[in-house]
Each structure stands twice: as structure tokens, then as C-alpha cells.
């Protein structure tokens, strides 16, 4: 059984920035996909970007070159980058894995205000 456990949320004001980290234990060997999905009250879960162990990422479209997600496959962590941040970013950011399931951290708040 994979377990996630994130940290790094906060507050931060407009503009600021801000570091996600995930680290997965439980599994054997590098896990193939990590990433991170976010959520607010009343909307569904959306995708943020993900990682797979062989390198390539996929971003969502409103990250626009603002968030960076990085891995230290060796470890099974996950990281995410995150720069110019808006109100429009806040939300429960949660760590996600594939490894033949779907596994999920219990998620961190983000809160861009200022």
C-alpha cells in the first residue's frame, strides 16, 4: 500500500511562490507516474501536472510556464514549483502516484491572499 504525505502548502501573497513536497513510501521501486491535482470547494479535482518515472511531464493549461514539477525518482518524491501565484490558484493541492492504482496524499492548502 503506497502512502503520500505532502508538505509545503501555506499562505502566500499574489505574486509570491511556493514549493510542494510529496514523499511516497510503501512502494518497491520508483513508482510510474507522481503528480499533483488540486481542489476547491464545490468544483472537481483537477489536474495540476504529472511525472513519469522515465521524465516527460504534463502540465494543465492554466500553469502557463508559472509551475515546475520535478521528481527524485530514487527516493519517490515529487516536487512542484510554483511562481507567480494568484488567488485563482488557491485550493487543497493533493500528491498523486500511479502505480497500477490510483493512490492520493490527504492534500495541503495553498492560500494566495493578500
Known amino acids: 500500500q503506497v502512502q503520500l504525505v505532502e508538505s509545503g502548502g501555506g499562505l502566500v501573497q499574489p505574486g509570491g511562490s511556493l514549493r510542494l513536497s510529496c514523499v511516497a513510501s510503501?512502494?518497491?521501486?520508483?513508482?510510474?507516474?507522481m503528480g499533483w491535482y488540486r481542489q476547491v470547494p464545490g468544483k472537481e479535482r483537477e489536474l495540476v501536472a504529472t511525472?513519469?518515472?522515465?521524465?516527460?511531464?504534463r502540465y494543465a493549461e492554466f500553469v502557463k510556464e508559472r509551475f515546475t514539477i520535478s521528481r527524485e525518482n530514487g527516493a519517490n518524491m515529487v516536487y512542484l514549483q510554483m511562481t507567480r501565484l494568484t488567488p485563482e490558484d488557491t485550493a487543497v493541492y493533493y500528491c498523486?502516484?500511479?502505480?497500477?492504482?490510483?493512490?492520493w496524499g490527504q492534500g495541503t492548502q495553498v492560500t494566495v491572499s493578500s
Open positions: 510503501g512502494s518497491r521501486g520508483s513508482l510510474y507516474v
Open positions: 511525472m513519469a518515472s522515465g521524465g516527460s511531464r
Open positions: 498523486y502516484a500511479l502505480n497500477g492504482l490510483d493512490f
